[in-house]
């Protein structure tokens, strides 16, 4: 499957290039802010160092704050860059994808994970434990507690 993905000026600029540790991202609906969350999470998943097996592993969260918005919007969107031939979803506790393929290159392959989490009281924190993730997609922050942010980041 062929992508054609055209990154905004601030994404091209940013995100993708100087790649900050912390990056909030703000908009208007249809900017493209999301896609460019999820074509970000896909070319750092590329660029990944390979391990000793010639695997480049990574590990993302993606963070709305209801189920029902996460499957309506976050995964709607990453589906849509990431289709379920790509990278299938399973809708388990919690619900995750898995994205393998051969790189580019030849010589190694992509493996990369995504949780994705509903995470709208500070209890849910716990659910943070231990993932060990090379990066967090917040969506909608503003409707997160604070704690919820802090912790994810």
């Not at 750092?44 to 209801?66: D, F, H, Y």
Request: proline share 7%.
């Amino acid at each position: 499957m062929h992508i054609k993905y055209k990154a905004s000026p601030s994404f091209k600029r940013v995100v993708h290039k100087i790649r900050p540790l912390v990056t909030a991202i703000r908009g208007p609906i249809g900017s493209g802010k999301s896609v460019g969350c999820v074509m970000h999470m896909k070319k750092v998943s590329m660029e990944q160092a390979p391990n000793g097996e010639g695997v480049r592993k990574t590990r993302w969260l993606c963070i709305r704050n209801t189920y029902p918005e996460l499957k309506g919007t976050v995964i709607k969107t990453f589906q849509d860059w990431l289709p379920q031939s790509i990278c299938p979803i399973v809708y388990d506790s919690p619900i995750r994808g898995l994205w393998k393929q051969n790189h580019p290159d030849g010589e190694t392959k992509i493996e990369a994970e995504f949780f994705f989490l509903s995470l709208d009281k500070p209890k849910d924190i716990s659910k943070l434990m231990s993932l060990e993730c090379t990066g967090v997609w917040i969506n909608e922050a503003q409707f997160l507690p604070r704690s919820v942010v802090l912790e994810a980041l």
